[in-house]
């Protein structure tokens, strides 16, 4: 609707209707004579009502009065209100055109309010549309973000948690390993019907559920569970439960988010198992070590424990073999494998020794506390291990030529078994004199 605002251009129009309306009855005037004075006059108030307001309404019913009664009222000329029937046309005038300002500016009103409402309805239908719009899309991407979210969100509609809704993780909770054929959307409470519930061993009532605690208000946090599914399948789940409120702040639902954690908690309790197995055993190995470890101190036996090929490493070597062998044993290997290495062909294991054997120690007054290199006799125990030792880690690589300790024929074979190539004798020839080589090449003649 339009509406005049300035106050000159409605007091204009309210004057130019008027003007027109007298026109018109000045036209009409030969025709309609004396009778219906004022209808145009009226018409013009009505539409200066309508148009301009009550001011400007009222200034032209003031003028058509004046210009109605005067031109179109006999005697013309005159405006008399003093008679009956002047008095009696001048109050149905008012009556007329006050009645015709009130009702054409209420109905204009009335029209410009009924206007701006349905503006107004229009616009809030229109925001209506648009929030609608905004919610649909809002809501199609929340359903697109929980079906590929890999948690499940479990929504109660009610405080009751008689109807539970839940996205497609949510299901798949609830359904053993390659069933596939789960409706996503039945509702969730349908689908956990006929699991167990349990809490650190304890099984759980429905009631004591995280949906369930935060629909009493609770909120949940970080729980663990484990699920067990009508088929004995046992998930592991791990996940919080809040309340959802009105806007009285009265709760009205509530909302879990679980996820299966069964992978991670099967991997976890297998570490921990294989955790405690790795530590008995070592418990157990601590124990043999130190059983070992006593019984090589203890032992009156020379004993080497090594590794086979390729690595011939020393493991332990009891107390008595170290003494044994004067040269610590892992030092005879790293020199095997040296000579080996560097392509030597052959070596003279062993000479003196610096070292005192135990047995040789015991032996008071034959010279054991003397110092420097020992030879004879005493050497043969040490002489044979070291040529052991040199056979094995070089596998026929290397020509050994045995000597220290060789006094007999007996002792040269033991030479020769324990892989010497030849025996060389020294202390043994001072002792024994020539017949010693004869009685050797007889001890060791075919082998
Ligand atoms: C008095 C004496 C002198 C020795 N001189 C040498 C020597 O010059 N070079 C050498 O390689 N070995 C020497 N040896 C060590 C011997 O060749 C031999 O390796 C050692 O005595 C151990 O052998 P047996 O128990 O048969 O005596 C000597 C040994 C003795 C007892």
Redesign the pocket.
């Known amino acids: 609707m339009n509406v005049i605002r300035r106050p000159v251009a409605r007091y204009a129009t309210a004057l130019g209707f008027m003007a027109a309306a007298l026109a018109v009855r000045l036209v009409l005037d030969p025709v309609i004579r004396d009778r219906l004075p004022y209808a145009s006059v009226l018409a013009a108030v009505a539409a200066a009502a309508w148009f301009a307001g009550v001011g400007p309404s009222l200034l032209a019913a003031i003028i058509g009065f004046v210009a109605g009664y005067g031109l179109f009222v006999y005697p013309y000329g005159q405006v008399d209100i003093i008679g009956v029937q002047g008095l009696a046309m001048s109050v149905l005038y008012w009556i007329s055109a006050l009645s015709i300002v009130a009702l054409g500016r209420g109905a204009h009103d009335a029209a410009r309010r009924a206007e701006v409402s349905a503006r107004e309805a229009q616009e809030r239908g229109a925001a209506l549309a648009e929030t609608e719009r905004r919610l649909a899309e809002r809501s199609d991407e929340d359903e697109t973000i929980l079906d590929l979210m890999p948690v499940g969100v479990f929504h109660a509609i009610d405080q009751s948690c008689g109807r539970v809704v839940g996205n497609r993780a949510a299901h798949e909770l609830f359904a053993s390993p390659g069933d596939a054929s789960r409706n996503h959307a039945a509702p969730t409470g349908d689908l956990a019907v006929g699991c167990r519930f349990f809490q650190a061993g304890r099984e759980l009532p429905i009631e004591d559920l995280p949906l369930q605690r935060a629909a009493r208000g609770e909120t949940v946090k970080e729980q663990e569970y484990e699920v067990m599914l009508g088929d004995g399948t046992v998930k592991h789940l791990f996940g919080s439960a809040g309340p959802l409120h009105d806007q009285a702040g009265r709760v009205r639902g509530s909302i879990a988010a679980l996820m299966d954690i069964t992978a991670r908690r099967t991997v976890e309790i297998e570490l921990e198992r294989a955790k405690r197995e790795a530590e008995a055993q070592a418990q157990l190995l601590e124990r043999q070590a130190r059983t070992l470890h006593t019984l090589l101190e203890n032992v009156p036996e020379g004993i080497l424990m090594m590794t086979g090929a390729p690595d011939f490493r020393v493991i332990a070597l009891s107390r008595h073999g170290r003494e044994m062998i004067g040269l610590p044993e892992e030092e005879i290997i790293e020199l095997a494998r040296l000579l080996v290495d560097v392509g030597i062909d052959g070596v003279i294991a062993t000479?003196?020794t610096v070292s005192r054997p135990e047995h040789v120690a015991r032996l008071e007054g034959m010279g054991a506390q003397e110092q420097g290199?020992l030879?004879?006799a005493p050497?043969l125990e040490l002489s044979l291990r070291a040529i052991r030792t040199l056979k094995s880690v070089s596998q026929n690589r290397l020509t050994i030529i045995g000597?220290?300790?060789?006094m007999s024929g007996d002792d040269a074979a033991q030479f020769i078994a324990a892989g010497a190539d030849l025996v060389?004798?020294?202390?043994?020839l001072i002792y024994r004199g020539p017949a010693l080589v004869s009685e050797m090449i007889h001890s060791t003649s075919g082998r």
């Open positions: 000479n003196t290199g030879s004879g050497l000597v220290g300790g060789v060389q004798v020294y202390s043994g």
